[in-house]
Structures are given as C-alpha cells and as structure tokens.
C-alpha cells in the first residue's frame, strides 16, 4: 500500500520539495487524489514532472476506452505539478483553464500511460506548461497545456 501524502505537510517548502519525489528506496507519496484515480508520481525535477497511469476497466466509460476525464485529470497532475516545482515557499497555485486533444483510444492494452508536464512560461501571476500522455509503445494518446494562476503567500 501506497503511503498518502499529508496535504498540509512542507508549507515552508517551495514547490519542487512540496512534489512528491520518487529515490532507490521507496515509492513516492501519493496525493489523495491519486489514491482514488491510481495516477502515480513517477520523477520530477526543475520545471517538469511525470506521472504514470495504468488503464483498469474501471477507467472505461460507456464505449470501452479510457474516460477522457481520467485521462484529463492524469494531465492536469503533471501539469500543475511541473509548475508547483518552480514555485518558492509558501506560494500556491490554481488551473485557470485546460486544454486537451486527444489522438488516440487508451484501454487496458495501451499499457502503462505515462505524462509528462513541463513549464513554458512562468511570471508574477501566471504560469503556463505543456504536456503528453504516451502509451507503453510511445504512441501520443493526448496533449495538453494549461494556465495557471500563481497564488502569493500573505
């Protein structure tokens, strides 16, 4: 069982301590709401993050893939994560908007999802990133950016 991750643990921290970080010894912690979707950290680092997702049925939605919701949310994780990473402490932050297109069905035959965000650009009151879900063979399934708002301390 996957450790969870205490929301309120490192406010003190800037982002790139705050993401959960994977080392040789252990799994990282995975946030609340990764526990609930199975969407798991895998690395992160200056201005990008990854996160994987192994495709169940329970993902499906009425036609037998991968709900885009899912795949959205899978998204949405490594995009916030990649920017939260060049955040200093106690600054927060909040997806203003999400943009997705998808280019190809996600089952449980894609294997591992695998998404990777990385920052475009990051000001004073907004931030902006990119990122991929690929299956196992390397196939691009969807893209994404995003805008954020920056959120100060104080």
């Avoid at 490192?10 to 993401?19: F, I, L």
């Avoid at 899912?70 to 200093?88: E, R």
């Avoid at 999400?98 to 280019?103: D, N, P, Q, R, V």
């Amino acid at each position: 069982m996957e450790r969870p991750a205490d929301p309120r643990a490192g406010r003190h921290r800037d982002g790139r301590d705050r993401v959960p970080q994977t080392d040789r010894h252990r799994r990282p912690a995975t946030p609340p709401a990764g526990q609930t979707t199975g969407i798991v950290p895998v690395e992160v680092g200056d201005g990008w993050a990854r996160f994987e997702l192994e495709p169940a049925e329970w993902h499906y939605n009425v036609i037998g893939s991968v709900h885009g919701g899912i795949l959205s949310t899978l998204a949405d994780t490594a995009l916030g994560c990649a920017i939260h990473t060049k955040l200093p402490a106690g600054t927060g932050y909040t997806s203003l908007d999400l943009t997705i297109k998808f280019t190809r069905v996600a089952t449980v035959d894609s294997g591992v999802l695998t998404c990777e965000g990385t920052v475009i650009t990051i000001g004073r009151r907004t931030a902006t990133a990119q990122a991929r879900i690929t299956d196992s063979s390397g196939r691009v399934i969807a893209h994404a950016v995003t805008t954020c708002l920056i959120i100060p301390s104080g």
